[in-house]
Each structure stands twice: as C-alpha cells, then as structure tokens.
C-alpha cells in the first residue's frame, strides 16, 4: 500500500507534535523493508500474529506496515487499552512477537509469562528487549496476502484492506498537500487514517488524544487541513464535519479548506 512512497525523497511523512521527530518518506520505506527483513530472519512466518502495541506516533505506520510487509498477521492494541482486555488479547492472540516502545514495554513485560510472547521489539532502548531499529535481515521480496484484525476475532484479508482503502479514498480524497491530524485513539482509525494519508503522499502530524485547546494550536502550528479525531473533540473545531465509516465503526473527520 506504500509501494510509491519512497519516490517521494525527504519530504516529511509523519510528525510526532509529542517530540518533534519527523519521520521522511523515503526514511520510512528503508526502515520498515529492513524491519520486515528483519522479522522474518527471526523466525516469522508467513501469517503468524505480530501484536503491535504502540500510540499513533511516528513509529506507528513503521511498525505495522513491517510486519504487514514480512506477512504476519498485524494485530495493533491501542495503547490505552484497559489492561485486563490487554492481558487477555495478549494470551490469545498466540502472538511470538509483539511492537511496542519504551513507555508500554513494563506491562508489556509483566503480562509475557502468561502468553506465547517470546520476542518483544521496542521504540528505545529495553533492558532484555531487541531494539526495532536493529532489525535487519537479508533483502527479500513483500511475503504478501498480509492480513489485519483489530479485534483478535475478525480477520481482514490485504484484498478486504485495500478494497476498504479505495473505497474511503472517494469519500476523503486527500493529496499530497494535505496535512493530516491523526488525534484519534482506536486502532481502526488510526490504521486508515494513516494509510489513506501516506498513500496520497500527505503529512501526519500525530498526537494521539489531544485535548480540543491542542487541537487548535496543532491545526494553526502545521496548517492542518484534515484532521481525524475522538467523537468528543470534533464538535469543538471549526471546518466542514463528516463521520466515515470505516470497518464497521464511525470515524470522526474534519476538513478545512488547503492552503493554496
């Protein structure tokens, strides 16, 4: 779904307002090939479940299309998912593998012992924990037929993925001059919202949870032109509302009109 990206040079791909950190287009295309690599010179095979355990930051896409790339079975978790639900996903997943960073990688931890988790890649530096940015593996072509399930029951085939994908691109048609607010917090959202950005070589400026004030001030700061956000914000800004359904759940979005 990224195959154009890297033609896109060092034009910036995603922002963390968090940090700072911005994340380039063809930064993004080497790191998650080397990542997926990675992956599965360690032992992934194709259609294994890969819990991808990570806020809507920088490194979100990397993590989850690399594991896409590699063939698993990406499986994201929100990052404030309650921790009874998370132990329990955690368990029957019969996820080897999981993606987090450094802040989630405690309860990440404490939870293992009851699951299959043999493997934990992090975002920073883990005592006993294999940073992501170490991944590396021979160059290999895309495993393919990658799949997704956002509930650990329903499983959502690349073809249904991309299916949905062309779809929301006729009702969002974003472009490369758009900047995109990703302030939503379900994994569903994020995944599109990320996607249908990055396909049409748009910006993500990503703060995941923002408060309406911060919204604001992130909208004026990075001339937001979209941003996607939890139904109790949306209300509070300004622009054009819509409400896309994507898998089966609503999604709040909000357009603005593109600087010339």
């Known amino acids: 779904m ?81 921790l009874e639900l998370f132990y329990e996903r955690l368990s029957s997943s019969g996820a080897r593998m999981m993606i987090t960073d450094e802040d989630l990688a405690r309860r990440s931890t404490s939870a293992v012992g009851d699951s299959r988790i043999r493997q934990i890649f992090t975002f920073g530096e883990v005592p006993g924990m294999t940073p992501f940015g170490d991944l590396d593996g021979p160059p290999c072509p895309p495993a393919g037929g990658a799949a997704v399930t ?26 490369e001059r758009d900047v995109v607010l990703v302030a939503a917090t379900e994994s569903h959202e994020q995944s599109a919202i990320f996607d249908l950005a990055l396909m049409a070589g748009a ?10 004030a911060e919204c604001r001030e992130l909208i004026a700061r990075h001339h937001v032109t979209v941003t996607a956000v939890p139904p109790r914000v949306a209300p509070h800004l300004p622009g054009e509302h819509h409400r896309l359904a994507v898998h089966g759940h609503l999604m709040e979005v909000v357009l603005r009109t593109p600087p010339a």
Do not use: C, I, W
């Open 2 to 82: 990224l195959g154009v990206a890297g033609r896109r040079g060092g034009r910036s791909a995603v922002t963390d307002a968090r940090t700072g950190e911005v994340l380039a287009y063809d930064m993004l295309v080497k790191r998650l090939e080397r990542a997926a690599a990675g992956l599965r010179d360690r032992g992934l095979a194709h259609g294994d479940p890969v819990l991808v355990h990570l806020p809507p930051g920088r490194d979100y896409p990397l993590a989850v299309h690399a594991a896409a790339v590699a063939g698993g079975l990406v499986t994201p978790l929100e990052a404030d998912m309650d």
């Open 150 to 175: 956002f509930n650990g029951v329903h499983v959502l085939s690349h073809d249904q993925v991309v299916a949905e994908l062309r779809r929301l691109t006729t009702v969002l048609p974003l472009r």
């Open 203 to 212: 910006h993500v400026v990503t703060a995941p949870g923002a408060s309406v």
